[in-house]
C-alpha cells in the first residue's frame, strides 16, 4: 500500500500525528518510492485550474499548437507532439502529447548567458486566454510545496533537509501538462501512453483530473494501479535523488497504458539548480545535475537524440 500523507501533519513538529508522517514518509521514499500527500496549501480548484487551461490548449486544432512545437527549438519548452518521445527503447515512442515550462532566468543572472537548454525561454501560446497567467501562479505555488516536501523527506531519512535549501535557487524545475488521449485502437503491447521509466530528476509533484491510469511497478513483480484527486498529489523520486543519497531513496518505473478515457496529469519535476554537484557528500565524485538532466533528456525527446 502507497502511503497517503496529510501534509498539515508531516510540515508542523508540533503536530500530534507528526511523527507518524514522518515515519509514513521514510517509508514511501526508501520502500516504495510513491506516496499520496493532500491537504496541502494548494488547493483542488487551482489544480483544476491549470487543468482546465491544459485541456483547452491540447484541444486546439493542431496547426494552432504546431507554432509552439517544442522540436523547433532544441529545449523541452512549448508543445510536444505524439511520438516525440521514447522513455524506453524496448516500446514504440509514447502517444501521449506534452506541453512543457520551466524556470525563467532574469536576463541579468549570468546564469542566462550560459545559454543552457535547462533554462530555456518558455513558449507561452496565445490560446486559451489567461493560459501563461495561470501556469506562471501553479509553478510557483508548486515548486514552494515541493522544495518544503523535499526537506521534509531528507529529515525522514536521516539527512539534513536544510542541505537541500541553497541548491534549489534557479530550480531546473519542469511544469509538464500530459495529454493522455483514448488509446488508439492500432495500439499494440509495445504503445503506451508513457512506457515504463524512472523519472530523472529529484521529486515529482505529480496532480491529475482523477482519470486512473498510472501503474508503479511492485518491487515483487506485477503493477499497482494509483489514482488521486485533484487536489491530492502523487510524488514519487527521481535518479538524481537516488544518486543524491546514495540510494536509500528510491526511483521506482512506472507507466501508463491507456484507456478509453483521456486523461491530464500535470507532474512538476522539481530539480535542483544546474551545478549542484547530485552525489553522496563526501564521495569524492561530480555530477553535476545539468549534465545527468541533459543526458537523459537527449536520450529521451526525439529531436534532441544525436
Given at each position: 500500500?502507497?502511503?497517503?500523507?496529510?501534509?498539515?501533519?508531516?510540515f508542523?513538529?508540533?503536530?500530534?500525528?507528526?511523527?507518524?508522517?514522518?515515519a509514513?514518509?521514510?517509508?514511501?521514499?526508501t520502500?516504495?518510492?510513491?506516496?499520496?500527500?493532500?491537504?496541502?496549501e494548494?488547493?483542488?480548484?487551482?489544480?483544476?485550474?491549470?487543468?482546465a487551461?491544459?485541456?483547452?490548449?491540447?484541444?486546439?486544432?493542431?496547426?494552432?499548437?504546431?507554432?509552439?512545437?517544442m522540436?523547433r527549438?532544441?529545449?523541452?519548452?512549448?508543445w510536444?507532439a505524439?511520438?516525440?518521445?521514447?522513455?524506453?527503447?524496448e516500446?514504440?515512442?509514447?502517444?501521449?502529447?506534452?506541453?512543457?515550462?520551466?524556470?525563467?532566468?532574469?536576463p541579468?543572472?549570468?546564469?542566462?548567458?550560459?545559454?543552457?537548454?535547462?533554462?530555456?525561454?518558455?513558449?507561452?501560446p496565445?490560446?486559451?486566454?489567461?493560459?501563461?497567467?495561470?501556469?506562471?501562479?501553479?509553478?510557483?505555488?508548486?515548486t514552494?510545496?515541493?522544495?518544503?516536501?523535499?526537506?521534509a523527506?531528507?529529515?525522514a531519512?536521516?539527512?539534513?533537509?536544510?542541505?537541500?535549501?541553497?541548491?534549489?535557487?534557479?530550480?531546473?524545475?519542469?511544469?509538464r501538462?500530459?495529454?493522455?488521449p483514448?488509446?488508439?485502437?492500432?495500439a499494440?503491447?509495445r504503445?503506451?501512453?508513457?512506457?515504463?521509466?524512472?523519472?530523472?530528476g529529484?521529486?515529482?509533484?505529480?496532480?491529475?483530473?482523477?482519470?486512473?491510469?498510472?501503474?508503479?511497478r511492485?518491487?515483487?513483480?506485477?503493477?499497482?494501479?494509483?489514482?488521486?484527486?485533484?487536489?491530492?498529489?502523487i510524488?514519487?523520486?527521481?535518479?538524481?535523488?537516488?544518486?543524491?543519497?546514495?540510494?536509500?531513496?528510491?526511483?521506482?518505473p512506472?507507466?501508463?497504458k491507456?484507456?478509453?478515457?483521456?486523461?491530464?496529469?500535470?507532474?512538476?519535476?522539481?530539480?535542483?539548480?544546474?551545478?549542484?554537484?547530485v552525489?553522496?557528500?563526501?564521495s569524492g565524485?561530480?555530477?553535476?545535475?545539468?549534465?545527468?538532466?541533459q543526458?537523459r533528456?537527449?536520450?529521451?525527446?526525439?529531436?534532441?537524440?544525436?
Open positions: 500500500m502507497i502511503p497517503s500523507i496529510d501534509a498539515e501533519a508531516l508542523d513538529p508540533a503536530h500530534l500525528a507528526h511523527y507518524e508522517a514522518l509514513e514518509v521514510r517509508r514511501g521514499a520502500e516504495i518510492g510513491f506516496l499520496t500527500l493532500r491537504n496541502t494548494i488547493s483542488p480548484d487551482e489544480v483544476l485550474k491549470v487543468i487551461m491544459l485541456r483547452a490548449f491540447f484541444h486546439l486544432p493542431p496547426a494552432e499548437k504546431e507554432a509552439y512545437d522540436a527549438t532544441g529545449s523541452n519548452r512549448g510536444g505524439s511520438g516525440g518521445e521514447q522513455v524506453d527503447p516500446a514504440n515512442p509514447d502517444y501521449k502529447q506534452v506541453y512543457d515550462c520551466g524556470f525563467e532566468l532574469d541579468a543572472d549570468p546564469v542566462a548567458a550560459l545559454g543552457l537548454p535547462a533554462y530555456a525561454p518558455n513558449l507561452w496565445a490560446r486559451p486566454e489567461g493560459f501563461a497567467e495561470t501556469l506562471k501562479a501553479y509553478y510557483a505555488r508548486a514552494g510545496l515541493a522544495l518544503k516536501l523535499l526537506q523527506i531528507a529529515d531519512v536521516g539527512e539534513d533537509g536544510a542541505y537541500f535549501a541553497d541548491k534549489f535557487t534557479r530550480p531546473m524545475a519542469l511544469l501538462g500530459n495529454f493522455y483514448e488509446r488508439p485502437e492500432w499494440t503491447e504503445d503506451f501512453g508513457i512506457a515504463t521509466h524512472t523519472d530523472y529529484c521529486v515529482t509533484l505529480l496532480a491529475t483530473d482523477g482519470v486512473p491510469g498510472l501503474e508503479v511492485l518491487r515483487g513483480g506485477g503493477w499497482l494501479p494509483v489514482v488521486a484527486e485533484p487536489g491530492t498529489f510524488i514519487n523520486f527521481g535518479e538524481m535523488l537516488e544518486m543524491w543519497t546514495g540510494g536509500r531513496i528510491v526511483a521506482t512506472h507507466r501508463v491507456g484507456s478509453d478515457q483521456e486523461r491530464i496529469s500535470v507532474p512538476l519535476f522539481f530539480n535542483s539548480n544546474h551545478d549542484a554537484n552525489v553522496p557528500v563526501g565524485k561530480v555530477i553535476r545535475a545539468v549534465d545527468h538532466l543526458k533528456f537527449n536520450g529521451t525527446y526525439l529531436h534532441l537524440k544525436k
